[in-house]
C-alpha cells in the first residue's frame, strides 16, 4: 500500500480524502436481496480487489458506484463529499467508470463514436464533424497503446478482446477518481496490457477497483481485497497476509478442497469418437485431431489461434472449407449444431458468449434446460406448468444447480447459474460427446468447482468432452491430453504429467519442438511473460 | 508493450496472427452498397428508364410532378416510420395522424399562403402531439410500441370519424394548387417538401441525436451503459415522426383536396413496405431515412408502370409484395457475400 508515489500533485485535496468508501449500502428488488450490507473503502492509487462468488453482490455494488442503480439504504463519500449518482453521466461527473463484464459498447458503431458517447460535438457545436470524432478516437487509442485498432471500424466487427480493450480503455478516459474493472480479463489471455493501463492509473492516483475470480491475477495487481458472500461485505484483508485457502473460505464459507486429476487413460481401443483431418477455414490452417471414449481432450491456446473457428466448425455453426469430420468413425457433413446433435452419437456444444448464444434470457431456467428435449417432456404435446421442472432437475443436479432456481426466468439469475443452467442443457441433450467452449468464463470458484465435477462425472461416464479454456489451471485439472494451437494449426499435443503449465506456455507462443510454418518470429518477450504470470 | 504496430488490421496479411486480429475484416465493396440507398436508387433508377420507355412524355416536368406529388405523402409517412424503426419500435399511429390531419384540413380549410402555413403548423401540432403521446407511452411507461401506436392510432381514427364521418369536404385552394403545383415551371413543390425533410435528416444524422438513435436502435442496454438518455431520445423519436406523419397528411391533403377519415390507412402498411426495401432493418439500428424515402419512391413509380403497361390495378398489391420481396433477399444476398469477403 506504498504504491502511491508519483501520484501528481493535487494539492487542493487532503489525502487522507482521497478515497471512495460506501457503508452499509444495500439493495432489493422486491424479495429478492441483491446487497443486504456492503461496506468498501477504495484508496487513490491502491487497486483493491472485491472478490465473492457470482450472487454475492458484486454486480449490483458495481452497478450503484456506476449511478445504474440506486441503493436502497446506505451512505457514499467521495473524496470527503457525498455521492450519490442517480445516472451513469453524473458518477461519470464526479470521475467515476466502469469497464463493465458485459460490455457496453454499441455493436453498430465505430470504435471512435462508442468512445466519446453520449456526446460526440464539440461543446456548442450542433453537428459531428466526423474527421474529428475520428481524430479524438485515434487520440484515445495512442494514449492507451492500442495503436493497432483503426478507430473507423465498427466495434461489432472486431473480436471479443479487442472490444474488451477498448471497453477498459473507454472506462480508464473516463476515470479521474475512481476506475472499476468488472472481470476486465474474461476474454484478454494476456494481462500485459492491462496491468500497464492499471498501472498507469495508479499513478495518476485514480482509485481501482479490481474484480476478477482468477485469483493468480489478483494476487499480482492489487493490495487488498474485499469479499462479498449472499450480499454482505464479510471483510477487507491485505492480500500480502492472507493465503488463497483463507480467501476461498471467506468467499464460499468453507474451504475448498483443491481436487486433482486423476491420473486416467483413455481406452482408446476402439474407434475415436470425434475425428477430425486437415480442418481448414475459418482461421483453421489443417488441424487433426481424435478423440476418444470417456477422454477429456483439452485445447490450449492464446487469443485468436483458430480455437473459435475449431469449435464452431465442430459444432455445425460453421462449414469447413477443407478436411474431413469423422463421428464414431464415419465421416460426416453436418451443417448445423441439430445435425450435429443428431450425427452418430451427437454432438453438444456449450457457446462462448453466454448472453447472446446460449441463454434465453425471458425463458425460464427450466425451460432453457429442457429445450433440447423438448418434445419429450409433455403429455401429447401439451406441456404442464411443472413438467418443465420436474425434467431438469436430474440434469440440474449434475451440475449442482439449486432447484429453486429452475422457475426463476434464467434473465435474472447470476452469472454463474446460467453457466450451470447451460451446462445442464448441454449434458441433457444426451450428446456424448460435448465441445465446452471456455465452460467456466466468468464464473465463480462454487460453479467451477461444479462444473468441473460435471464433466468428470460424464467423462467417467463414457463421454468425450472436447473443451477450451482461457485459464490454464484449468486445463492442467481436467484434460487427459491437450492440443495446443497456434497460427490456426495444432502445434503442440502434450499428455498426461506433461501438461503443466509451463509447457504449456511455452507451446501456446510458438516455441517448442515443432516450428511453426514460418512465423515464429511474431512472439515477443512480451506475451511470454504475459501467460506465465497469468498461468501461475 | 508488446503490441504490433500494424497500419490498420485490415490490410495486413495473415500471416502474423497476433496483428490480424486486431483489425475487422475486409469489407467487400458490394457490402457497401448494401449499406447505403444504392442499391433502392438503381432499382428506381431502372424502373424509371423503364417507365420512360414505355411512356416518352414520362421525363416531362408536368409528368414529374405528377410523379412526385403521388410520391411525396407516402415518402414522408415512410421517413417517419424510419425513425421510429431504427430505434427499434413500429408506429401504427402513421395510420390516425394522416387521416386526422387530412380530416382537419378539409373541415377547416385556411385560405391563402398564411392560411397554408398555418394548416401546416396545426398538422406538425397534430403530429407532434400524437407522437409525444406515443413517446411518452413507449419511453416512459415502457409500453411496447406496437400496442401504444396501436391504441394512438385507434383514438386518432376515432377523433377523425368524429371530424368528418364520411368522405367529404374540401381542402383550401391554395393548398390544393400550390403545394401540387411547379416553381417557375419546373421544380414541383412537393418534391422540394421531400427534399428538405431529406435534407433535415442529413443534418439530425450528424447530431448527438442521431448517434443516440442508431445506438438504441442496435443494443439499448450498451447505450444506456454509455451514458446515452435512451428514454429521451426515444421520446424525441416519436415526436419527430409523427410531425413527419403530419406533413404527409398535409400533401395527401394536397393532392386529394378533399377529406377521408380513412385517408391514412393505405399508407401505414406501404410505410413498412417502403422502409424494408430501401433496406432499414426493422430490428433497428441500421438503414437511413433517405433509402425509405425512395423505396416509398420506387412503390409509387411501380404502381405507374404498372398501370402504364396496362396491368390491372387489382394486381398491384401483387406486385408490389413481389418486388418487395426480391428487393429484401437479395440486398441480404449481398450483405451475406460481402461479409464473406
Known amino acids: 500500500m506504498t504504491d502511491a508515489t508519483g501520484r501528481p500533485d493535487t494539492g487542493e485535496r487532503q489525502p487522507s480524502f482521497r478515497e471512495m468508501r460506501a457503508?452499509?449500502?444495500?439493495?432489493?428488488?422486491?424479495?429478492?436481496?441483491?446487497?443486504?450490507?456492503?461496506?468498501?473503502?477504495?484508496?487513490?492509487?491502491?487497486?483493491?480487489?472485491?472478490?465473492?462468488?457470482?450472487?454475492?453482490?458484486?454486480?449490483?455494488?458495481?452497478?450503484?458506484?456506476?449511478?445504474?442503480?440506486?441503493?436502497?439504504?446506505?451512505?457514499?463519500?467521495?473524496?470527503?463529499?457525498?455521492?450519490?449518482?442517480?445516472?451513469?453521466?453524473?458518477?461519470?461527473?464526479?470521475?467515476?467508470?466502469?469497464?463493465?463484464?458485459?460490455?457496453?459498447?454499441?455493436?453498430?458503431?465505430?470504435?471512435?463514436?462508442?468512445?466519446?458517447?453520449?456526446?460526440?460535438?464539440?461543446?456548442?457545436?450542433?453537428?459531428?464533424?466526423?474527421?474529428?470524432?475520428?481524430?479524438?478516437?485515434?487520440?484515445?487509442?495512442?494514449?492507451?497503446?492500442?495503436?493497432?485498432?483503426?478507430?473507423?471500424?465498427?466495434?461489432?466487427?472486431?473480436?471479443?478482446?479487442?472490444?474488451?480493450?477498448?471497453?477498459?480503455?473507454?472506462?480508464?478516459?473516463?476515470?479521474?477518481?475512481?476506475?472499476?474493472?468488472?472481470?476486465?480479463?474474461?476474454?484478454?489471455?494476456?494481462?500485459?496490457?492491462?496491468?500497464?493501463?492499471?498501472?498507469?492509473?495508479?499513478?495518476?492516483?485514480?482509485?481501482?477497483?479490481?474484480?476478477?475470480?482468477?485469483?493468480?491475477?489478483?494476487?499480482?495487481?492489487?493490495?487488498?481485497?474485499?469479499?462479498?458472500?449472499?450480499?454482505?461485505?464479510?471483510?477487507?484483508?491485505?492480500?500480502?497476509?492472507?493465503?488463497?485457502?483463507?480467501?476461498?473460505?471467506?468467499?464460499?464459507?468453507?474451504?475448498?478442497?483443491?481436487?486433482?486429476?486423476?491420473?486416467?487413460?483413455?481406452?482408446?481401443?476402439?474407434?475415436?469418437?470425434?475425428?477430425?483431418?486437415?480442418?481448414?477455414?475459418?482461421?483453421?490452417?489443417?488441424?487433426?485431431?481424435?478423440?476418444?471414449?470417456?477422454?477429456?481432450?483439452?485445447?490450449?491456446?492464446?487469443?485468436?489461434?483458430g480455437q473459435r473457428g475449431l469449435f464452431r466448425v465442430l459444432a455445425g455453426l460453421e462449414t469447413p472449407t477443407g478436411g474431413v469430420i469423422r463421428v464414431d468413425g464415419k465421416a460426416t457433413a453436418y451443417r448445423t449444431p441439430r445435425a450435429a446433435l443428431r450425427c452418430g452419437s451427437g454432438i453438444s456444444y456449450l457457446p462462448e458468449e453466454r448472453k447472446t448464444e446460449g441463454i434465453l434470457a425471458g425463458l425460464s431456467a427450466a425451460t432453457n434446460v429442457v429445450l433440447p428435449f423438448l418434445p419429450r417432456v409433455g403429455r401429447a404435446g401439451l406441456i404442464g406448468r411443472r413438467d418443465e421442472e420436474k425434467a431438469a432437475l436430474p440434469a440440474a443436479q449434475n451440475v449442482a444447480l439449486s432447484p429453486r432456481y429452475l422457475g426463476f426466468a434464467i434473465g435474472d439469475l447470476s452469472g454463474g447459474n446460467q453457466q450451470k443452467a447451460l451446462m445442464a442443457r448441454t449434458l441433457a441433450t444426451g450428446a456424448r460427446t460435448l465441445l465446452l467452449f471456455d465452460p467456466t468464463r466468468g464464473v465463480d470458484v462454487g460453479t467451477k468447482e461444479s462444473i468441473y465435477a460435471a464433466i468428470r462425472a460424464f467423462a467417467e461416464g463414457g463421454g468425450s468432452v472436447l473443451f477450451y479454456s482461457s485459464e490454464l489451471p484449468e486445463i492442467v485439472q481436467l484434460a487427459d491430453r491437450c492440443l495446443v494451437l497456434y497460427g490456426g494449426q495444432v502445434f503442440g499435443e502434450l499428455e498426461g504429467a506433461d501438461i503443466a503449465e509451463q509447457k504449456l506456455v511455452a507451446a501456446m507462443i510458438g516455441h517448442g519442438t515443432r516450428p511453426p510454418a514460418g512465423h515464429a518470429s511474431v512472439s515477443s518477450a512480451g506475451p511470454v511473460h504475459a501467460v506465465a504470470e497469468s498461468a501461475r | 508493450?508488446?503490441?504490433?504496430?500494424?497500419?490498420?488490421?485490415?490490410?495486413?496479411?495473415?500471416?502474423?496472427?497476433?496483428?490480424?486480429?486486431?483489425?475487422?475484416?475486409?469489407?467487400?465493396?458490394?457490402?457497401?452498397?448494401?449499406?447505403?440507398?444504392?442499391?433502392?436508387?438503381?432499382?428506381?433508377?431502372?424502373?424509371?428508364?423503364?417507365?420512360?420507355?414505355?411512356?416518352?412524355?414520362?421525363?416531362?416536368?408536368?409528368?414529374?410532378?405528377?410523379?412526385?406529388?403521388?410520391?411525396?405523402?407516402?415518402?414522408?409517412?415512410?421517413?417517419?416510420?424510419?425513425?421510429?424503426?431504427?430505434?427499434?419500435?413500429?408506429?401504427?399511429?402513421?395510420?390516425?395522424?394522416?387521416?386526422?390531419?387530412?380530416?382537419?384540413?378539409?373541415?377547416?380549410?385556411?385560405?391563402?399562403?398564411?392560411?397554408?402555413?398555418?394548416?401546416?403548423?396545426?398538422?406538425?401540432?397534430?403530429?407532434?402531439?400524437?407522437?409525444?403521446?406515443?413517446?411518452?407511452?413507449?419511453?416512459?411507461?415502457?409500453?411496447?410500441?406496437?400496442?401504444?401506436?396501436?391504441?394512438?392510432?385507434?383514438?386518432?381514427?376515432?377523433?377523425a370519424l368524429v371530424i368528418l364521418n364520411a368522405p367529404g369536404g374540401y381542402v383550401s385552394e391554395w393548398i390544393a394548387d400550390e403545394l401540387t403545383g411547379r416553381l417557375w415551371g419546373a421544380v414541383p413543390v412537393s418534391g422540394l417538401a421531400v427534399a428538405a425533410v431529406v435534407g433535415l435528416w442529413l443534418l439530425v444524422r450528424r447530431t448527438d441525436y442521431g448517434v443516440a438513435l442508431y445506438a438504441i436502435g442496435a443494443d439499448e442496454p450498451a447505450a444506456a451503459l454509455s451514458g446515452v438518455n435512451v428514454r429521451r431520445t426515444r421520446f424525441i423519436t416519436f415526436v419527430g415522426a409523427g410531425m413527419l406523419y403530419g406533413l404527409a397528411g398535409l400533401m395527401l391533403s394536397a393532392q386529394t383536396a378533399t377529406g377521408n377519415p380513412n385517408s391514412g390507412t393505405p399508407l401505414l402498411l406501404l410505410s413498412f413496405a417502403a422502409v424494408a426495401l430501401g433496406g432499414t432493418s426493422l430490428s433497428g439500428g441500421r438503414g437511413g431515412l433517405f433509402a425509405s424515402v425512395v423505396g416509398a419512391a420506387t412503390l409509387t413509380l411501380l404502381q405507374k408502370v404498372l398501370f402504364s403497361s396496362g396491368v390491372s390495378s387489382f394486381y398491384t398489391g401483387l406486385f408490389q409484395g413481389v418486388v418487395l420481396i426480391v428487393a429484401v433477399v437479395f440486398s441480404g444476398l449481398l450483405t451475406r457475400i460481402g461479409e464473406r469477403k
Not at chain 1, 442517480?86 to 461519470?92: D, Q, T, V
Not at chain 1, 495518476?204 to 475470480?213: E, P
Open chain 2, 1 to 159: 508493450m508488446s503490441d504490433i504496430a500494424t497500419t490498420s488490421g485490415g490490410a495486413a496479411p495473415s500471416a502474423a496472427p497476433s496483428a490480424a486480429r486486431s483489425g475487422p475484416a475486409p469489407r467487400h465493396r458490394l457490402w457497401r452498397l448494401t449499406q447505403g440507398a444504392g442499391l433502392i436508387l438503381g432499382l428506381y433508377v431502372l424502373l424509371y428508364a423503364l417507365y420512360a420507355y414505355q411512356q416518352p412524355r414520362a421525363l416531362d416536368a408536368y409528368a414529374i410532378a405528377a410523379l412526385m406529388n403521388n410520391t411525396a405523402p407516402l415518402a414522408l409517412a415512410a421517413a417517419g416510420q424510419t425513425l421510429v424503426v431504427l430505434s427499434r419500435g413500429f408506429d401504427l399511429s402513421i395510420a390516425g395522424v394522416i387521416s386526422l390531419c387530412n380530416v382537419v384540413l378539409a373541415v377547416y380549410p385556411l385560405e391563402g399562403p398564411g392560411g397554408a402555413l398555418l394548416s401546416m403548423l396545426l398538422c406538425l401540432a397534430i403530429g407532434g402531439a400524437v407522437g409525444a403521446v406515443n413517446g411518452w407511452l413507449v419511453a416512459y411507461l415502457r409500453l411496447q410500441s406496437i400496442a401504444a401506436t396501436l391504441a394512438t392510432m385507434i383514438i386518432c381514427q376515432g377523433i
Open chain 1, 23 to 305: 457503508s452499509g449500502v444495500s439493495k432489493s428488488y422486491g424479495a429478492t436481496v441483491a446487497l443486504e450490507h456492503a461496506d468498501i473503502a477504495l484508496r487513490a492509487g491502491e487497486v483493491h480487489a472485491l472478490l465473492g462468488e457470482n450472487g454475492a453482490g458484486k454486480s449490483t455494488l458495481v452497478r450503484i458506484f456506476t449511478g445504474a442503480v440506486i441503493p436502497d439504504r446506505g451512505a457514499m463519500q467521495l473524496h470527503g463529499e457525498t455521492y450519490a449518482p442517480r445516472s451513469i453521466l453524473e458518477a461519470r461527473q464526479r470521475e467515476v467508470a466502469t469497464a463493465f463484464q458485459e460490455l457496453s459498447l454499441v455493436p453498430n458503431l465505430t470504435v471512435a463514436q462508442n468512445f466519446l458517447l453520449p456526446s460526440l460535438a464539440r461543446p456548442g457545436r450542433p453537428l459531428i464533424s466526423a474527421r474529428q470524432v475520428i481524430a479524438r478516437g485515434a487520440e484515445i487509442l495512442e494514449r492507451h497503446g492500442l495503436r493497432r485498432i483503426d478507430p473507423a471500424a465498427r466495434v461489432g466487427d472486431l473480436p471479443l478482446a479487442e472490444r474488451q480493450r477498448i471497453e477498459i480503455a473507454r472506462a480508464i478516459e473516463n476515470a479521474g477518481r475512481v476506475l472499476i474493472l468488472d472481470e476486465p480479463t474474461a476474454s484478454l489471455a494476456e494481462t500485459d496490457w492491462l496491468f500497464e493501463q492499471i498501472g498507469k492509473a495508479r499513478a495518476r492516483g485514480v482509485a481501482i477497483l479490481y474484480i476478477s475470480h482468477r485469483l493468480a491475477e489478483v494476487r499480482e495487481i492489487c493490495t487488498a481485497a474485499t469479499v462479498l458472500r449472499n450480499g454482505r461485505s464479510i471483510g477487507t484483508v491485505g492480500l500480502g497476509d492472507a493465503s488463497d485457502g483463507d480467501i476461498f473460505e471467506m468467499m464460499v464459507g468453507h474451504r475448498v478442497e483443491h481436487t486433482r486429476r486423476p491420473a486416467r487413460v483413455a481406452g482408446m481401443a476402439s474407434a475415436p469418437r470425434l475425428a477430425a483431418a486437415d480442418l481448414a477455414g475459418h482461421g483453421l490452417r489443417g488441424v487433426s485431431f481424435q478423440l476418444g471414449e470417456g477422454e477429456i481432450l483439452g485445447v490450449a491456446a492464446l487469443e485468436g489461434q
